[in-house]
């Protein structure tokens, strides 16, 4: 079966645009979270989604959101992008159990801002 | 706020050596997490431990969860290259989503 893709792979941007990036979870799983990963922070978590509802939302500013759609898809959208926002953006997928479980990630988008 | 700290955090042994790899902290996790993250690619996640003082075997990789259920340990025998990648463990507390730790990076040296 099929894994968790996420799109695009490579981004690079320029400081005060925005970017959208997108998650397709493995067929089934009706969770969708969002984690950016830094050399300096680690892994840290942006928000969950489940049944097309924000379940849950870490410590980011506004500038990031994020939806997700009825085929379980997701995508997070950051807006005024800042050279700090150049991270390894990585999508999770569950059956819905808030990842208690486990989580199977996608490969990542590695978004540069410049 | 990191809730877990992972140590070392850099650990480069050669082929057929053992080592652990610890995950603590003061907070109460309801299930614990383990992943390897290569270069470029997401973290696969190894296995689960839900009980206090559960150990998990996998092939050469022995998994411990504290009885407390505030920390763990990854323990490698006989380690080969194949093992060389980014350990992070992840706690799951109550509601809320994973917290993962600080991550150890480990190098095997043929």
């Known amino acids: 079966k099929a894994g968790v893709t996420q799109t695009p792979r490579y981004l690079i941007k320029t400081r005060g645009q925005q970017v959208t990036l997108s998650c397709s979870p493995i067929?089934?799983?009706?969770?969708v979270s969002w984690y950016q990963q830094t050399p300096g922070q680690g892994l840290q978590f942006l928000f969950e989604?489940?049944?097309?509802?924000?379940?849950n939302k870490g410590n980011f500013p506004g500038r990031f959101s994020g939806r997700q759609f009825s085929n379980s898809r997701s995508e997070m959208n950051v807006s005024t992008l800042e050279l700090g926002d150049s991270a390894l953006y990585l999508c999770?997928?569950?059956?819905?159990?808030?990842?208690?479980?486990?989580?199977?990630f996608g490969s990542g988008t590695r978004l540069t801002v410049v | 706020t990191q809730l877990l700290e992972q140590s070392p955090q850099f650990l480069s042994i050669q082929e057929g050596e053992n080592l652990t790899v610890y995950c603590n902290s003061s907070?109460?996790?309801?299930?614990l997490q383990w992943y390897r993250q290569e270069p470029g690619e997401g973290p696969v996640l190894l296995v689960t431990?839900?009980?206090?003082?559960e150990v998990k075997k996998l092939k050469r990789l022995t998994f411990q969860f504290g009885d407390a259920r505030k920390d763990s340990s990854l323990h490698i025998t006989a380690a080969q290259t194949g093992d060389t990648g980014l350990y992070l463990c992840?706690?799951?507390?109550?509601?809320?989503?994973?917290?993962f730790g600080t991550g150890t990076r480990l190098t095997v040296i043929p």
């Open positions: 999770a997928s569950s059956s819905g159990d808030r990842g208690g479980y486990g989580y199977t």
């Open positions: 067929s089934g799983h009706r969770s």
């Open positions: 989604y489940f049944s097309e509802t924000q379940r």
């Open positions: 907070s109460v996790f309801s299930s």
């Open positions: 431990v839900v009980t206090g003082g």
């Open positions: 992840a706690g799951k507390t109550g509601a809320n989503n994973l917290f």
